[in-house]
T-cell receptor, first 110, second 114 residues
Framework: DAKTTQPPSMDCAEGRAANLPCNHSTISGNEYVYWYRQIHSQGPQYIIHGLKNNETNEMASLIITEDRKSSTLILPHATLRDTAVYYC???????????FGAGTTVTVRA | DAGITQSPRHKVTETGTPVTLRCHQTENHRYMYWYRQDPGHGLRLIHY???????DKGEVSDGYSVSRSKTEDFLLTLESATSSQTSVYFC?????????????FGSGTQLSVL
């Protein structure tokens, strides 16, 4: 699997958009980009995923660069409840082994 | 939550004793996983299952065994617990399609080995 690089931490203001970067420069053509988050003491929660097109759902938007070497997760209007660790993962469909790195600790401040 | 129950939620045990953690799902998903989470290491895959009686090792499988005799239950066993196995253990299940695999996680089991 391609490895990912994320900043260890970032702050954002409540009500503003939070843009979380992820670098996956060794991603291959059949690897998807997934984002999960983990709120303190809870199990991780799926947010969004994509292959090469930008994606949006009720939680967030995922922007993938044209060369697919990086992506950005956008939380359009961050709230205090969005404070969590965010994980960016790349994986091949049908690959059973999915592992999480250290992620980005996002703190939303009032 | 996606119908996943982990038990127990908390356990304290002594070094050398056997421990079994249970993951129960009501979603009838084929794939189940056990992860451990430790400070500085994120989540690491211990074992996974792709069907009844079909299991395989993850990246940190030493000292752990698993069993899956029914679709709904995936058991993780520490045959002889060690202090290095003190951790938070998460079970996950997945639904799959040709282009999508979302993992759904349980609430975790906090295990302390003294």
């Amino acid at each position: 699997d391609a490895k990912t690089t994320q900043p260890p931490s970032m702050d954002c203001a409540e009500g503003r958009a939070a843009n979380l970067p992820c670098n996956h420069s060794t991603i291959s053509g059949n690897e998807y980009v997934y984002w999960y988050r983990q709120i303190h003491s809870q199990g991780p929660q799926y947010i969004i995923h994509g292959l090469k097109n930008n994606e949006t759902n009720e939680m967030a938007s995922l922007i993938i660069t044209e060369d697919r070497k990086s992506s950005t997760l956008i939380l359009p209007h961050a709230t205090l409840r969005d404070t969590a660790v965010y994980y960016c993962i790349v994986r091949v469909s049908n690959d059973y082994k999915l592992s999480f790195g250290a992620g980005t600790t996002v703190t939303v401040r009032a | 939550d996606a119908g996943i129950t982990q038990s127990p939620r908390h356990k304290v045990t002594e070094t050398g004793t056997p421990v079994t953690l249970r993951c129960h799902q009501t979603e009838n998903h084929r794939y189940m996983y056990w992860y451990r989470q430790d400070p500085g290491h994120g989540l690491r895959l211990i074992h996974y299952s792709y069907g009844v009686k079909d299991t395989d090792k993850g990246e940190v499988s030493d000292g752990y065994s698993v069993s899956r005799s029914k679709t709904e239950d995936f058991l993780l066993t520490l045959e002889s617990a060690t202090s290095s196995q003190t951790s938070v253990y998460f079970c996950a299940i997945s639904e799959r399609s040709a282009t999508n695999e979302k993992l759904f996680f349980g609430s975790g089991t906090q295990l302390s080995v003294l």
